[in-house]
């Protein structure tokens, strides 16, 4: 039984891999996009990236961010950036049919967030960034919630390179105990200083 998770983005993907035994995850990040290349290239080169990671640790699980509702975006997201995201996910959906993998999930950003940060500092947030736009100033939760779940990776004892590598992290959080299970990286965590506080 062994896990991954995607953060599936053409700039920088970022992956976390439990096989059920470790203490923690294997996780680092692959750059799908080619200076001149096509979204092609892009779903080409994440086929190859888990071709390489399946050789050196078969997964039959895997589990990646859904891609955001179109219906739900703001501001200047073409057709190409949804094409491309929705054109991610199924090329690692194709990947993992092709490998027979036990289950292939679509995990929710919200619910994923919530669980792994915190839900009541994901509401506060999400609260600020709404009286923000209220006064008429440009607003997003996103760089708030990302730098939080590298705090959050790090209380764990785990340290992301990047913010993506983080989120496969908290995806594969989730996605474990979904499963029922409790991964060793939190299962002997004490109380601990909230998220946002100072140490």
Not at 51 to 58: A, F, G, T
Not at 71 to 84: E, S, V
Request: proline share 5%; glycine share 8%; net charge positive.
């Amino acid at each position: 039984m062994t896990y991954l998770a995607l953060d599936l983005s053409r700039a920088n993907t970022g992956y976390a891999l439990w096989n059920g035994k470790s203490a923690k995850p294997i996780y680092g990040s692959w750059k799908l996009k080619y200076e001149f290349g096509s979204h092609g290239d892009s779903f080409l080169k994440l086929h190859r990236c888990l071709s390489d990671l399946y050789k050196v640790e078969p997964f039959d699980r895997l589990y990646f961010e859904e891609p955001i509702n179109p219906g739900q975006l703001q501001g200047a997201t073409t057709i190409q950036t949804i094409w491309l995201a929705f054109g991610l996910a199924s090329h690692a959906q194709s990947f993992a049919a092709a490998k027979r993998c036990r289950i292939v999930k679509a995990i929710n950003v919200g619910s994923w967030r919530k669980d792994f940060i915190g839900d009541m500092i994901v509401r506060e947030v999400n609260a600020g960034v709404r009286r923000k736009r209220k006064a008429g100033e440009k607003a997003s939760a996103t760089d708030q919630l990302k730098k939080l779940c590298v705090e959050r990776c790090k209380q764990l004892g785990i340290n992301p390179r990047s913010d993506d590598e983080a989120d496969a992290i908290g995806i594969l959080t989730y996605a474990i105990l979904l499963d029922g299970e409790t991964p060793p990286w939190i299962a002997d965590e004490v109380l601990r200083t909230p998220l946002g506080a100072p140490a």
